[in-house]
């Protein structure tokens, strides 16, 4: 109430410092949103053309005899050639997998290096074997076919559009796929799609679960469980627990791509940078608006002192300011950082879209309202400490 | 004991000294004793440097005693901490300054009401009327939204005053409080001081040099370097306006 009314009494001074306080928390509210986004927006793309966690065999490794008691053995180890081998038990490894409440989908695939040709042109590619209704939840398939449909029949084959340009395929035309096996077959294009990564448009040729299994020698087997997860940020911790549950590998996406949780958390290291040295700037000027006002308001302060208010009551007046420049300027701020972000959507690079998190606007005014408070401590101890008899004398 | 119990106030050996422990240690008040009453109206006077300024912030609670001890309504005040003594302040004693000292950012009538927001916060509707009350009282119910600097120097006098008594206290200290006004004015302003501490009955304690305003109360009490050199009760004060 009192602390209201000063703040209205030195309006040029309230005005100036919320002003300051609303573009800090822009700043910090526009910033956050903004590498939020671009992380999201990163993070997306990399999970859009992989799985969250990949299940895979185990490496086959030499048994070695055991050593009797007290004798010494001297080893000399090649290690073995992993060979393509099905996981043992799929199917009831699936059934296992389906039924973890943090997995939202899992898919069998089978995982082969083959030659497609076409006449004389011959490119190696990745033959994936997959159920295409269930493949389509860890990669939306149907959603980056750009040409024909997305079915996978026996006989039929969806093609990367680099490996089309190559060799000259177009939906309807046939393809020979050879996996030095001795059993090459001959498949129907239905569908070229664009995943937007230029190694897998151009290696990667899907086909049906059963005709890959035969083309690769693994009748009834699968090589790789891909899932996907609803916290992607807790793949690490489900990949391991997975890995536990079944005594196979698992391999979450953050540790496939190690190299770009590097560069995500640097992003956020220099975020947390930012917000920390503009609140630090916002909380310096907080307490220098409030330390002038505690000497403009000395004689007041004596003057209430004398009239019976208490040490703790001029020191709340002081703190409540502090806390009101925080939540007013940061309400304002947040304010500046919707039209912000607004103005980056609609006419920004539109490269991504960012969003603004509703915790992000929760954390915006708590900090901004303790930083304030904060700020206020100094001033306001000193507001408070002031000596009546002084204060009242002050010109 | 009786008397001690019904005084306002009593003073028993109080001393002030600044710079206790330092090379230039002064004594400025050596060892005062006074009793003011519950109907007294009493000027304090005295040429500049005689205490009379430290006397008063002893008096209000502003300041503590060097040595000696000061009764208020029979309670001891040197043992009280900081809070006690702003609490009993704050129920007992109305400060009337030179410089009216009203707050800027509030008009009249909050100006009034202050001293009981700081207590009790949000005011009563018999708090606000009271202070409504006391401002009609001063004449100034027309200006109870007005900010006190677009008011006259007596008008934020009177302003001063509704505010010393709105909290009706037992002790009302006024340090110079005409000091800064015209003779006129100055004489509307000690009509007041006297009309309503006798309505409110609370005693008074003027602080003043204009020997006008001391002849016009009912006790004088003459501080000269720290040390009371005379106290006289006139029965019944002349008027000022005279």
């Not at chain 2, 800027?104 to 009538?109: E, K, R, S, T």
């Not at chain 2, 409080?177 to 003027?206: I, K, M, Q």
Request: a neutral charge; glycine letters at 10%; one cysteine or more.
């Amino acid at each position: 109430m009192l602390a209201l009314q000063f703040l209205r009494d030195g309006r040029g001074q309230t005005v100036t410092i919320m002003v300051g306080v609303a573009v800090g928390v822009a700043v910090v509210v526009f910033v956050s949103a903004l590498i939020q986004g671009l992380q999201s927006n990163i993070v997306q793309r990399t999970l859009g053309t992989q799985a969250h966690i990949r299940v895979l065999p185990p490496d086959e490794v030499n048994r070695r005899q055991a050593v009797a008691e007290g004798a010494l053995q001297l080893v000399r180890e090649d290690k073995r050639a992993q060979r393509r081998r099905s996981i043992n038990n799929w199917q009831q490894v699936v059934a296992t997998l389906d039924t973890l409440p943090s997995v939202r989908a899992v898919s069998p695939v089978i995982a082969g290096p083959a030659f497609a040709g076409r006449g004389a042109a011959l490119e190696s590619v990745a033959l994936t074997g997959i159920d295409l209704r269930r493949y389509q939840q860890i990669i939306p398939l149907p959603d980056y076919v750009i040409d024909g449909s997305a079915r996978l029949e026996p006989g039929e084959a969806m093609i990367g559009s680099e490996l089309a340009t190559t060799l000259g395929l177009r939906v309807g035309d046939k393809l020979r796929l050879d996996t030095g096996r001795d059993n090459p077959a001959v498949v129907n294009v239905v569908a070229v799609f664009e995943l937007g990564v230029r190694e897998l448009d151009a290696r990667n040729v899907y086909l049906g679960l059963k005709q890959a299994q035969a083309l690769l020698g693994l009748p009834g087997g699968v090589t790789q469980l891909d899932l996907v997860v609803d916290d992607i940020f807790a793949a690490n911790t489900i990949a391991r627990r997975i890995a536990r549950l079944t005594g196979l590998e698992a391999e979450s996406w953050m540790e496939k791509n190690a190299q770009l949780m590097n560069a995500l958390s640097a992003q956020s290291l220099s975020t947390n940078m930012i917000i920390v040295f503009v609140s630090l700037s916002v909380a310096f000027g907080i307490a220098s608006v409030l330390s002038v006002s505690v000497v403009q308001r000395t004689r007041e302060i004596g003057i209430l002192r004398a009239m019976g208010a208490g040490r703790q009551q001029v020191l709340h007046v002081f703190l409540i300011q502090g806390a009101l420049y925080g939540l007013v300027g940061a309400l304002v701020g947040i304010a500046g950082a919707y039209v912000l972000v607004w103005v980056f959507n609609t006419f920004g690079p539109g490269l991504f879209f960012i969003p603004v998190a509703h915790t992000l606007v929760v954390f915006a005014l708590v900090l901004a309202t303790v930083v304030g408070v904060l700020a206020a401590a100094v001033p306001s101890r000193r507001a408070a400490m002031l000596d009546p008899v002084v204060a009242i004398r002050y010109v | 004991m009786s008397e001690a119990q019904e005084a306002v106030l009593r003073l028993v050996g109080l001393r002030k000294s600044y710079n206790v422990g330092l090379p230039n240690e002064t004594e400025v008040l050596h060892g005062l004793d006074l009793v003011i009453e519950r109907d007294d109206f009493a000027a304090l006077i005295g040429p500049s440097g005689s205490g009379k300024s430290t006397l008063l912030n002893l008096i209000g609670l502003l300041d503590q005693p060097s040595a000696g001890e000061l009764y208020l309504l029979g309670q001891p005040t040197s043992t009280m901490d900081d809070a006690g003594r702003t609490r009993l302040r704050g129920e007992s004693i109305g400060f009337v300054f030179q410089f009216h000292h009203l707050v800027q950012a509030f008009g009249a009538l909050d100006n009034v009401l202050m001293p009981l927001m700081l207590r009790h916060g949000r005011p009563s509707v018999a708090a606000i009327d009271r202070a409504r009350g006391l401002l009609a009282a001063m004449g100034l119910e027309k200006y109870a939204q007005t900010r006190p600097n677009q008011l006259s120097g007596g008008q934020q006098q009177r302003v001063a005053i509704a505010r010393a008594l709105v909290t009706q206290p037992s002790l009302l200290l006024a340090d110079e409080p005409t000091g800064n006004l015209d003779t006129r004015t100055a004489a509307d302003v000690f009509e007041l001081l006297r009309r309503f501490g006798r309505e409110v009955g609370c005693a008074v304690l003027l602080v003043t040099h204009d020997p006008r305003l001391s002849a016009a109360c009912d006790r004088t009490i003459d501080l000269v370097d720290g040390r009371i050199v005379s106290d006289t009760r006139v029965p019944i004060g002349p008027s000022v306006s005279g």
